[in-house]
């Protein structure tokens, strides 16, 4: 069954650095997302994404963000100054056209120190 | 924004009893309501769904139940086994369009004790 990927697992960064997470959604998926997960906490929306632009944004989603799908298949967020609060797991998700299901990667876990 | 309530936030239960989880939501748009399940360090998993059309959906031993008039849904697990303790969330949406995101619960940890 395909799945959604995300690399790296883990990623530690100081204050102040760039740091660019990625996934590789479902090959005939159309709909990607970014969702992050604070330690203990629940799980937050942050960017839904198609046919190459934002479609909806968080007020996490600050300037500080960006994401890109630079080619066919990967799909990026770009944190540009990490914070310490950026600290958590970074979750990607895919949809289909039509579809209601989200599938998840298996997230990437962003340590700032 | 949609607002989503997950009550209570720890739940133990002995094994082979049933368990039950309850979210309430506060956007009547809200038309699709799915359900993860959270093991320790890994994704969210998708174990069950309800779309608004219908009011039960059941699949093996766990089952979802919609009341749309009083905004809220639940999670049954019945036979609980060992294996079944993890995090659970619930989550809403409205699906004007594919790219609607989910707003989730707070979660809640379930222990099944042995």
């Known amino acids: 069954e395909p799945e959604v990927t995300q690399t790296p697992s883990h990623q530690v960064t100081q204050m102040g650095q760039e740091v660019i997470l990625r996934c590789v959604p479902i090959?005939?998926?159309?709909?990607f997302y970014w969702y992050r997960q604070i330690l203990g906490q629940k799980v937050e929306f942050l960017v839904s994404f198609y046919n190459n632009e934002i479609s909806e944004k968080s007020e996490i989603f600050d300037d500080q963000f960006s994401v890109e799908r630079p080619d066919g298949s990967n799909f990026t967020l770009k944190i540009r100054s990490t914070k310490l609060e950026d600290s958590a797991m970074y979750f990607c998700?895919?949809?289909?056209?039509?579809?209601?299901?989200?599938?998840f990667g298996p997230g990437t876990r962003l340590t700032v120190t | 924004g949609e607002n989503v309530e997950q009550h209570p936030s720890t739940l133990s239960v002995q094994e082979g009893d049933s368990a039950v989880i309850k979210c309430t939501y506060s956007d009547s748009a809200s038309n699709y309501f799915p359900w993860y399940k959270q093991e320790l360090g890994k994704r969210p998993q998708l174990i069950i769904d309800?779309?608004?059309?219908?009011g039960e959906k059941k699949d093996q031993r766990i089952a979802v139940t919609l009341n749309k008039t009083a905004k809220h849904f639940s999670l049954h697990i019945t036979e609980t086994q060992p294996e079944d303790s993890a995090v659970y969330f619930c989550?809403?949406?409205?699906?004007?369009?594919?790219?609607?995101?989910?707003?989730f619960g707070k979660g809640i940890t379930l222990s099944v004790r042995p």
């Open positions: 090959s005939n998926h159309l709909y």
């Open positions: 989550a809403a949406k409205r699906q004007t369009g594919a790219n609607s995101k989910l707003t």
């Open positions: 309800i779309r608004s059309n219908v």
């Open positions: 998700a895919s949809t289909s056209r039509g579809g209601y299901e989200q599938y």
